[in-house]
């Protein structure tokens, strides 16, 4: 099963010895990363040539960056040769400046065994790199549940268990070796508890494992539907408190994925998933806020945007509009029709966010000191 954010999380680094200066930044954060990569490939958690996606930060400004965007290597020689070709393409490009805070990442894919075959499984782990104040770090973040003995449901998984958490085991004392640095697991997350060797599943007072599942990642992707980012001020309002313009979206085969609804007075419009477990209907419904937020971006209102969403060609992921079922309604009475996640107060850990732009906010170095107002 895959989360929507961090299942488990553990970091590596150490000091850079006062090497400072462009070279010092780029070089190091690449050559750790790609040292890191090279393990993950022995252990087939990443296969392929990776893309790598880079961002220099120019020293003393927050939002300002030398470099920022993804580097498409011709192929993958040792750790050392690949981050040097990496790191002089991104010299090439980069905008004059005073270099500050590196941070690098790969999202790849990787093989997850099933008894006796392997499975490429798309986005299995993240693998980020940053150096920063005469600090290189590295971090590896898995959002899918392979490596557990319950799934995220809580279900026994003994098999897949057996074949995969021996891999993820053997991968980090590897990377602990080939980055001359202790593994260090991160904290518990919402799904489970990282340690040394893998990770472990958060059980009951009874013994079993928890549904992390239904009171932690449905209430996460529910979120989504009823919360502009940027705290409702990035696109339209995704909740309202009056009547609202609905139309059914359904799939090729006639499965009703939902509604699609707006509200002029209130400038929102967003999509209610009929049930928010269904994969497919989850996915759909992330298509059509993607459309949302492109008429957004294009100036439209909300009617205008439902107006012209309705008539949107048929997609075999998305579905299309069922014009002739659209009606008015409240939205409160919409939502209660579905089947809606319910929070069980199941609070172990925190969610951890997948990406170097969460590294970027909050960043602590080997020894614990917080270096976020540093950058």
Not at 126 to 143: I, K, P, Q
Not at 219 to 240: K, L, M, Q
């Amino acid at each position: 099963m895959r989360a929507t954010t961090a299942v488990a999380r553990w970091t590596w680094g150490r000091d850079l010895g006062g090497d400072s200066g462009a070279e010092a930044g780029v070089g190091p954060c690449l050559r750790k990363l790609f040292t890191a990569h090279e393990v993950l490939g022995r252990h087939r958690l990443m296969v392929g040539i990776p893309k790598v996606s880079v961002s220099v930060h120019e020293a003393g400004e927050r939002n300002s960056y030398l470099f920022r965007g993804e580097i498409e290597l011709r192929a993958v020689g040792s750790p050392l040769e690949t981050a040097q070709e990496a790191a002089q393409r991104v010299h090439e490009a980069m905008s004059p400046g005073e270099t500050g805070s590196v941070y690098a990442h790969i999202d790849g894919p990787g093989d997850v065994a099933l008894g006796d075959a392997y499975r490429s499984e798309p986005g299995l782990f993240r693998l980020g790199g940053s150096a920063l104040l005469g600090y290189v770090g590295v971090d590896l973040v898995t959002r899918t549940d392979f490596w557990l003995p319950y799934d995220l449901k809580g279900r026994p998984q003994p098999q897949v268990h057996a074949a995969n958490a021996p891999r993820l085991s053997a991968a980090l004392r590897d990377l602990a070796e080939a980055l001359d640095s202790d593994t260090d697991p991160d904290d518990p997350t919402s799904f489970a508890r990282p340690n040394e060797t893998g990770a472990e599943n958060f059980l009951g007072e009874d013994g079993n494992a928890l549904d992390v599942w239904s009171s932690c990642e449905l209430p996460a992707r529910y979120d989504v539907f009823t919360h502009a980012p940027g705290f409702d001020r990035i696109g339209y309002r995704r909740t309202a408190e009056a009547e609202v313009t609905c139309v059914p979206i359904r799939s090729d085969d006639g499965t009703l994925f939902g509604h699609l609804w707006a509200s002029e007075p209130e400038n929102a419009a967003s999509f209610e998933p009929e049930d928010i477990d269904d994969e497919r209907t989850y996915h759909a419904g992330l298509l059509w806020l993607d459309r949302l937020r492109a008429a957004h971006d294009r100036g439209l209102s909300p009617a205008e945007a439902l107006t012209e969403l309705s008539v949107h060609r048929p997609d075999p992921d998305a579905g299309c509009a069922d014009a002739s079922g659209t009606h008015i309604t409240v939205l409160r009475e919409l939502r209660d029709q579905g089947t809606r996640p319910e929070y069980s107060g199941h609070e172990q850990g925190v969610g951890v966010a997948v990406g170097h732009e969460v590294m970027e906010r909050d960043v602590v170095d080997g020894r614990g000191r917080d270096l976020t107002d540093r950058l």
